[in-house]
Structures are given as C-alpha cells and as structure tokens.
T-cell receptor, first 118, second 111 residues
Framework: GAVVSQHPSWVICKSGTSVKIECRSL??????MFWYRQFPKQSLMLMAT?????????EQGVEKDKFLINHASLTLSTLTVTSAHPEDSSFYIC??????????????FGPGTRLTVL | SQQGEEDPQALSIQEGENATMNCSYK?????LQWYRQNSGRGLVHLIL?????REKHSGRLRVTLDTSKKSSSLLITASRAADTASYYC???????????FGAGTRLFVKA
C-alpha cells in the first residue's frame, strides 16, 4: 500500500529555534497534504491543508507565520515551526489522500514527528 | 470545535469481553473511518464506512453508521489485551478532502 514518511521522527530543540519537519509520499503523488497536531492524551487537530504550487490553507486559530508550510513538489510538504517555544511541543502528523480513483477515500498517514522544545 | 464527540472517553474491560465505542459528528459526510493509535505512535486505519452504508464488518470489528443521527459505533468483539489503545473516528466532509477526528476513546483491556 501507499506509504507516507516523515522526517525526523523526533526532534529536541532549544526555545527560539526553528524546526523543519518533512512529509513525503513515497510511491504516489500528493497535490494535497494535511498537517495535524496532537497534544498528549488528546486527539488530532487539523492545522492546515498543504497545496502543491499554492499557499497553504490554515484552520482557525493556527498562526500561519509561526507554522510555515511549503509544498514544493508532488511528493514533499514541509512544516517549519518558527521560533519554537515549549508550548509547541507536540506530536505532528501529516497525511495525504490517495489520488487513485479506486482509493480516493483513503488517507495515508505518516508515522508522526515528536517535537520537544526545551 | 473541529471534533465530534466520542463516548466513552475511557473504557476498561476484561479480556474476552466486547467493547463498544460511539462517535457523533457535526457535518454531512462522504465517509467515516475508525483509526487506532497505540500510545505515542502513529495511526492505524481500521475500517472505512461510506455514507450510503449502514454496517460493515472486518474480522472482530463491526461498525455501524446512522447518518440521520450523525453517529457511528465501533464494536470490538472478544477483546484482547493487545487491543489496548486509543480509538478515533474520523470524518471526511462533503466539502472536500478534510479529515476531522473525534475526541477519541481510550480502551484498556485487562488480561
């Protein structure tokens, strides 16, 4: 089946630094990818929709200047957490919908990236 | 809030018993999916049910969907300790590809 990878799987950084997380679709093209954030013992919250070749669409309450999204190719979306602070510590998960007609309802999720900001 | 409601929030049962989790959502949907997540790990897709379907089975899983009530249930029969995890329903709305997750049910199966 289709695979979505994320890199890194975990990262620890100092407060004030920026962190980039990559999301790749390994064997299919994804014109759209989604970024989610999950705090401990909570559900996944959709942060933004990443669109290849155009600006990302952010959900209400998500700061677009803090969470920079770049969808530079059909297989790669990146999320950069700028000037990270301890409250940004979370599990970040990306997903990509299948573009194959027979599987159009299927979302493929990455394994997640655990960010810890000290 | 993005999320629909799930109940119970937490469920503790003995191995061999059945576990039922319920999910309600807010908007019209194309389909509803159930996922499982072990602590600190990624999501595992369990089952998808389309808006024109009422019931679906997969192994020990049974999912029902009632679009008139905007609700779904997940039944795990003959539970095992390995079923211990968080379970989430997620809906794809008719407006686009967005997948919105419910609040989740934390299931603990005691051996």
């Amino acid at each position: 089946g289709a695979v979505v990878s994320q890199h890194p799987s975990w990262v620890i950084c100092k407060s004030g630094t920026s962190v980039k997380i990559e999301c790749r679709s390994l064997d299919f093209q994804a014109t759209t990818m989604f970024w989610y954030r999950q705090f401990p013992k909570q559900s996944l919250m959709l942060m933004a929709t990443s669109n290849e070749g155009s600006k990302a669409t952010y959900e209400q309450g998500v700061e677009k200047d803090k969470f920079l999204i770049n969808h530079a190719s059909l297989t790669l979306s990146t999320l950069t957490v700028t000037s990270a602070h301890p409250e940004d510590s979370s599990f970040y998960i990306c997903s990509a919908p299948s573009t194959r007609t027979s599987l159009r309802d299927t979302q493929y999720f990455g394994p997640g990236t655990r960010l810890t900001v000290l | 809030s993005q999320q629909g409601e799930e109940d119970p929030q937490a469920l503790s049962i003995q191995e061999g018993e059945n576990a039922t989790m319920n999910c309600s959502y807010k908007t019209s949907i194309n389909n509803l999916q159930w996922y499982r997540q072990n602590s600190g790990r990624g999501l595992v897709h369990l089952i998808l049910i389309r808006s024109n379907e009422r019931e679906k089975h997969s192994g020990r899983l049974r999912v029902t969907l009632d679009t008139s009530k905007k609700s779904s249930s997940l039944l795990i029969t003959a539970s095992r300790a390995a079923d211990t995890a968080s379970y989430y329903c997620a809906t794809d709305d008719t407006g686009g590809f967005k997948t919105i997750f419910g609040a989740g049910t934390r299931l603990f199966v005691k051996a």
